[in-house]
């Protein structure tokens, strides 16, 4: 039986990462596709789905969490923390899943399942788990170790670390 506290923490994870996850898979299907058909390539494909797919996820994300800081902070302290919150939530996942697992993903599995959309979202979603996996772990770690507790009504898509000076988890 799954528990309050899991079912509240992936609560939290779909309001945070599905917004950007649906344009970070538009834009990493649509590239990859249309590079694929334009070059014949699988290895710029995979480039070219991996880098959209960057661009697109945190175009929302970098929005949300400069819009967050500057709620309450002004545009040193904005920017510093909105540099801090993005690295410590994605800098581990963006080392692992973008320069290493994506593009090999996205490669290998159009290369043995043939040059399909299907076949690059199979990739897209294989590399998925292994940047959630990261990503949340950070996150998680991060709201207890780094960053203020959490307000009770406070909005999951905009970082802790934007209600207020940073510290210690206090429970």
Known sequence: MTSFRTRRAARVWLARYLVPEILGTTAALLAAWGVYEATGSLAVAAIAGTLAETIGYYAVIVARTVRGHAATHGPVATTWLSIRSLGAEFGPAELVDTLLVRPVLLWAIPATMGATPLAWLVGKLASDVVFYAITITSFE???????????ENHDPRIPLDAAGPVGPAVR
């Open 141 to 151: 770690l991060g709201k207890r170790v780094i960053l203020p507790h959490p307000k």
